[in-house]
């Protein structure tokens, strides 16, 4: 999975993409950024999104990789 179309330079200069489940904090989700590096390092192997979801236990990246497919 190429996960370049959605990221942008961060104000420190690293590819980020905004991820609109970045946290919870009392049970509600605040707006954050995920790392380019991170997603391309954990998730290259994924041939799309529905398998990036498969690939995660993470609730906040199953969403993020959800609305992602908004985004297409």
Known sequence: MDFNR???ESETGD???LNPF???IDG???EGETSLNYL???FKNCE???EC????ESEGLKLFFEYLKTQQ
């Open 22 to 24: 970045g946290g919870k």
């Open 15 to 17: 590819k980020v993409l």
């Open 48 to 50: 799309n999104l529905d």
């Open 6 to 8: 959605w990221a942008y």
């Open 40 to 42: 391309q390092t954990n």
């Open 28 to 30: 509600e989700w605040f």
């Open 53 to 56: 979801i498969e690939a995660t």
